[in-house]
């Protein structure tokens, strides 16, 4: 018997409920893929689709929803919202030029440690929408070519967003699905992140090494940049930084206080409205709560929504189970071999496909592989492959991740686009080179 | 009272072919902060104005959508500007066109041109849809004095 019919819903035509998920399931992934329709859209009428069609009832559906990833998620959208009003992130990138001595190789590798710094501790798309602007600031004044500076932060993002439970949405939904804590993440994660970096920035030198020279004038331009002025409000920005680290500290501490993360983002991001708002009258912080929740990217939530249903339903239809029987019978029950499958499968695929969608199907999938591996517990090698193949294997093409495609946009409209081929010729090898590099990390750790 | 009626139907126009140094010299002759641009045959290919021009002397960071909302860390450098300034001088008009210029038809009404002007400022191009030509220009003082017409009439 079927699990939607354990769910309680009636299939209409008495249609089997596996060939009916199995249906919907590729329709809408098919749609997300062609990008001819908004990726929320699509995910939402699969979703209707899977209630209206029987595979699941209203109560299934809402059961698949996967709270504890959108509070997260929304709860560090509302902080970033209210962060950045204060100018730290402008400041910390002026900061990190200057540092550099205004020195084009120089500026490259601080921007690039700045987002890989940021986006462990935000998640990745807000770190390339505060750092791009600043980043194309600073090539305009040095008169040199900022491709290569897009490029890395690119890398430096998916990287850095990588060695932690927050910095990259798939992250963010392994972590409450296999019930990983923050701390796990940065544990088993983000001691291999400054290699991979590491690996990935000395390439970039030698590929690029001839753009990065500019004129003195040019560089005394970026050296007479003030990065305080950028500070826009001081108050804002010590009520920033102090939920910020609060919020940080309690997921650290999230296990032992019995906390969910979205428990402790959403609660940051309540205290920090409260800070924001307490010296103004009700009609201003009307305005400002307005505006933080306007910055939400509701977007990828509702997309969220969708997927997580869709999941659900092939979930309870019986596929997932299947495919999960297919995948430790090709990999003759190793985990080992499994977990070489999972990570090198999800860095080719997350290339091609969403990442988000496809970590969304793969982790009902893994955890109904804990029987063939002796249980939950056993699972971990491939928790973390699943990661670092998803979040990593984001780099390999310019459609792979979300924080590739709004550097793309940037860099269009500044009149520098990215071009698809030129960016998969060198993105493709440094992508593999950061996925051997994780497979030696995970035989040598976990297996 | 329609556009036709109330716009100035011999506006000084420039050409996509004409320098911003040459633009820049007519919009301080007239003393307006945009003017339409035509092709061959009065053919309407936009607005260029002041806005297009502040434009190109900031940074381009920070006229993308969503960029840089702050400049107050740059230093004044107005020998840097000039430069800029005399650089773009040389551009061709037609590749620096406001992106979404003001433009209404010969009969477009009144209350729709006040309505189009309260929102977007500037001065209204007229252009007949059916051949692409540019009838005329609409500035708010046209529409005050056309009022005043009106009422002395």
């Known amino acids: ?447 | 009272m329609t556009a036709a009626t109330i716009m100035n139907a011999q506006p000084v126009v420039l050409h996509g072919t004409d320098t911003i140094a040459h633009a820049l010299a007519a919009l301080q002759q007239q003393r307006t902060r945009s003017l339409p641009v035509v092709g061959a045959r009065k053919r309407f290919l936009g607005q260029f104005g002041m806005h297009a021009v502040l434009g190109l002397l900031l940074p381009r960071a920070a006229t993308l959508n969503a960029g840089l909302r702050d400049l107050s860390f740059i230093a004044d450098e107005p020998e840097h500007l000039r430069e800029r300034l005399r650089h773009i001088g040389d551009a061709r008009v037609a590749d620096h066109l406001e992106e979404a210029p003001n433009m209404v038809e010969p009969d477009t009404r009144l209350s729709e041109i006040l309505l189009v002007l309260y929102r977007h400022g500037g001065n209204l191009a007229v252009v007949d849809k059916a051949n692409g030509e540019l009838a005329g220009i609409i500035s708010p003082w046209d529409i005050l004095a056309a009022l005043g017409q009106r009422e002395q009439g």
């Open chain 1, 1 to 447: 018997m079927h699990g939607a019919q354990a769910a309680g819903s009636a299939l209409i035509f008495g249609w089997d409920a596996l060939w009916v998920a199995t249906a919907l399931f590729a329709a809408t992934y098919a749609v997300i893929m062609s990008e001819k329709v908004n990726r929320a859209i699509a995910a939402l009428l699969g979703a209707g689709l899977m209630i209206l069609l029987g595979v699941l009832d209203q109560e299934a559906a809402v059961r698949g929803v996967d709270f504890n990833t959108l509070g997260l998620l929304i709860g560090m959208m509302v902080i970033v919202a209210i962060t950045r009003k204060s100018g730290v992130f402008q400041y910390l990138a002026i900061w990190a030029a200057k540092k550099a001595d205004a020195r084009p190789w120089g500026i490259l590798l601080m921007l690039a440690a700045v987002t890989a710094l940021l986006s462990a501790l935000l998640d990745n798309v807000t770190t390339v929408l505060l750092i791009v602007p600043v980043t194309l600031l600073i090539t305009e004044e040095l008169e040199v070519k900022p491709y290569p500076y897009l490029f890395s932060i690119i890398f430096a993002a998916n990287i850095g967003g990588t060695a932690t439970l927050i910095g990259d949405p798939p992250n963010i939904m392994i972590g409450s699905a296999a019930n990983l804590s923050f701390n796990d993440f940065l544990f088993n994660l983000a001691p291999v992140i400054p290699l991979i970096f590491a690996a990935t920035m000395a390439p970039i030198y030698f590929i690029w090494r001839k753009e990065f020279t500019a004129s003195d004038v040019a560089r005394q331009r970026v050296l007479n940049f003030n990065a305080r002025e950028a500070i826009s409000d001081q108050r804002l920005l010590k009520q920033s930084l102090a939920v910020l680290g609060l919020v940080i500290l309690g997921f650290v501490f999230a296990r032992p206080l019995h906390l969910e993360p979205a428990t402790v983002a959403l609660f940051g991001a309540a205290l920090l409205l409260l800070l924001e708002n307490l010296p103004h009258d009700t009609e201003q912080q009307s305005g400002n709560v307005h505006g933080a929740f306007a910055e939400v990217e509701w977007v990828t939530i509702f997309f969220f929504v969708g997927l997580f249903v869709v999941v659900y339903g092939i979930e309870q239809a019986g596929l997932i189970k299947l495919l999960s029987d297919q995948l430790v019978a090709a990999t003759h029950g190793d985990l080992a071999l499994t977990a070489m499958a999972i990570l090198w499968g999800s860095a080719l695929l997350s290339g091609v496909v969403d990442n988000i969608p496809f970590v969304a199907t793969m982790i009902p999938l893994i955890k109904s592989m804990a029987p063939a591996f002796g249980g939950p517990e056993h699972l971990t090698p491939l928790w973390w492959s699943l990661a670092l193949g998803a979040c990593l294997g984001g780099n390999g093409t310019l459609i792979g991740a979300s924080a590739n495609l709004v550097v793309a946009g940037y860099a269009e409209r500044a009149g520098h686009p990215i071009r698809f081929v030129p960016f998969l010729l060198v993105a493709l090898p440094l992508m593999l080179v950061s996925i051997a590099i994780s497979s030696v990390y995970v035989y040598w750790r976990y297996l």
